[in-house]
């Protein structure tokens, strides 16, 4: 169960996605800090929108997830995003956005507008490969890359646990993504995502994949963004019907650093 924000939150945030005001912005509903000052301040009100009681500092590359115009503002977007905690992590996972705000537009940047990666498949279609081809200069072999493979899953042979509803509410005491009361013939699951860039490069931890099946290999579902070498974000849409959800990660200089992940049905 999500802890503090909705099923029905999520809902309207994707159904927000189709006015005109966020023309271009189709796929997801994120937002990253752009500021080259290095910062962008949220304002949180209290009583009324005109009423600004606290100010919260969001870094360069800070991902927020938007939900409306501001009330009564022209440059003002009303966001949410999560609280980090006190003591910094390697990687943290959320499922809940528990703060909110306004930002200013001029800011900030939707995730779709950014410079994309090339997409493609390997020969076998087990992985799927999405490169940075933004500067032609750059030589093949030497360009930024973001590499998912996608495996028959064994979660079979992993221990389950059921809630009251018999749904699967845990596999191998962590939540899974993807999926319902029992486990679908032929699921598929994320078995690694791995960032190649010259000089650096890594595979995500194990916490930031675990426990993600049916993921999305139709292209239409699937992004890598960047903001600039420093600033890679990975989405995609995965599962179906009641069981789809999303899930975004941000890589920061070669290493996945957060993920923000959330049910949506269909």
């Not at 528990?98 to 020969?123: A, C, Q, W």
């Not at 999926?179 to 994320?190: N, S």
């Amino acid at each position: 169960m999500m802890t503090s924000v909705s099923k029905a939150f999520y809902i309207s945030v994707f159904s927000l996605f189709s006015l005109s005001f966020v023309n271009g912005q189709q796929k997801v509903p994120f937002g990253v800090v752009k500021a080259e000052e290095g910062y962008a301040m949220v304002r949180v009100p209290k009583d009324n929108y005109r009423k600004i009681v606290d100010k919260i500092r969001m870094r360069k590359g800070d991902v927020f997830v938007y939900v409306k115009p501001a009330p009564g503002e022209t440059e003002w977007l009303w966001i949410k995003y999560p609280e980090k905690p006190e003591t910094e992590k390697l990687f943290i996972r959320y499922d809940s956005l528990n703060k909110e705000g306004m930002v200013n537009k001029d800011r900030v940047v939707f995730i779709d507008r950014l410079p994309h990666f090339t997409p493609s498949k390997s020969k076998n279609g087990k992985s799927l490969i999405f490169t940075d081809d933004t500067d032609s200069k750059i030589p093949a072999a030497q360009r930024s890359k973001v590499i998912i493979d996608i495996y028959p899953s064994n979660a079979g042979y992993r221990k389950q646990e059921k809630d009251a509803e018999g749904n699967i509410a845990a596999i191998d005491k962590v939540k899974p993504w993807g999926i319902g009361k029992e486990l679908p013939e032929g699921m598929t699951e994320i078995r690694s995502i791995k960032v190649q860039q010259p000089g650096r490069g890594s595979i995500f931890v194990r916490d930031a994949i675990k426990n993600l099946f049916q993921p999305s290999t139709d292209f239409n579902n699937i992004g890598v963004t960047a903001l600039d070498k420093d600033h890679i974000f990975l989405y995609m849409i995965n599962g179906s019907g009641e069981n789809r959800y999303v899930t975004f990660w941000t890589i920061k200089e070669g290493k996945v650093i957060s993920q923000i992940i959330y049910k949506n049905p269909e």
